[in-house]
């Protein structure tokens, strides 16, 4: 039998509640916790297309720059946040998880810095959640780690570090930039095979066919993304398969509730 839904977070957060929610599948209780960025140029205008009907999309929460936190779903209810989405061999990914909406333009609009009170009030809010749900680090994702290639959120510039130093989700120092072998579109064999496997291994959805195809290249680019953010460019190089085999090396045990 599932554990009870825990109660609602302990973080001041004004209710701005959003009509696109639906029952969690199956009784299932988060075990994810899935960070965005709006993506829009306006906080105010994404808010608003996080609660019309139309848009047929919501989040848990949503973190403007100045860091005042609003809840827009009750965590027991199933936010539309994530779409099309795996990890570690799941697909209902919004059953399965919390999602937090952070205010900023991200790549449309230039990937300007997350302000240090949105960042501060992210970090309380997310350890919160994580605490109480019991989320394993290794589940504290980007919407681009479950969605490679068709999301690009929180984005590169996301001070993922900063948030492990607090307590929340898994991290390791990259591996320096170095030049040396790498592998990229086109490359086939069992070392692509490996490559894959890793990637499978961490949680990533990725088919293991020892071919360097395009999904291939996106689910290298979305692991870049979150913890070799200093290049992304898709390319397997030496510095980002020493990263991801220094975190599966690093990666805690995920108790079993």
Not at 123 to 132: F, H, S
């Amino acid at each position: 039998m599932s554990p009870p839904l825990t109660p609602e977070s302990s973080v001041a957060a004004k209710v701005f509640p959003s009509p696109n929610h639906g029952e969690r599948k199956d009784g299932l209780r988060p075990t994810m916790l899935v960070l965005h960025y709006t993506g829009m140029p306006d906080s105010g205008e994404a808010l608003q297309w996080l609660c019309n009907p139309v848009s047929q999309v919501s989040a848990h929460y949503f973190v403007f720059e100045d860091g005042r936190v609003l809840q827009m779903v009750p965590e027991a209810r199933r936010a539309w946040h994530a779409g099309v989405s795996t990890w570690d061999g799941e697909t209902d990914i919004n059953s399965r998880s919390i999602g937090i909406e952070i205010a900023n333009p991200g790549h449309p609009g230039g990937l300007p810095p997350f302000p240090d009170a949105q960042i501060e009030s992210v970090i309380a809010l997310t350890r919160d959640i994580v605490t109480r749900w019991r989320i394993p680090a290794v589940r504290v994702l980007g919407h681009s780690d479950v969605a490679p290639g068709r999301k690009l959120d929180p984005g590169e510039t996301f001070p993922w570090e900063s948030l492990h130093r607090a307590g929340v989700g898994h991290w390791v120092p990259p591996a320096p930039m170095r030049d040396g072998r790498f592998f990229s579109r086109g490359d086939q064999g069992m070392p692509i095979e490996a490559l894959q496997a890793m990637l499978a291994m961490y949680g990533y959805g990725l088919r293991i066919n020892g071919t360097f195809d395009e999904d291939t290249e996106k689910v290298v680019a979305a692991f870049q993304r979150h913890f070799r953010p200093e290049r992304v460019d898709g390319v397997a190089d030496a510095s980002t398969i020493t990263t991801l085999r220094n975190l599966i090396a690093a990666r805690p045990p995920i108790a079993t509730a």
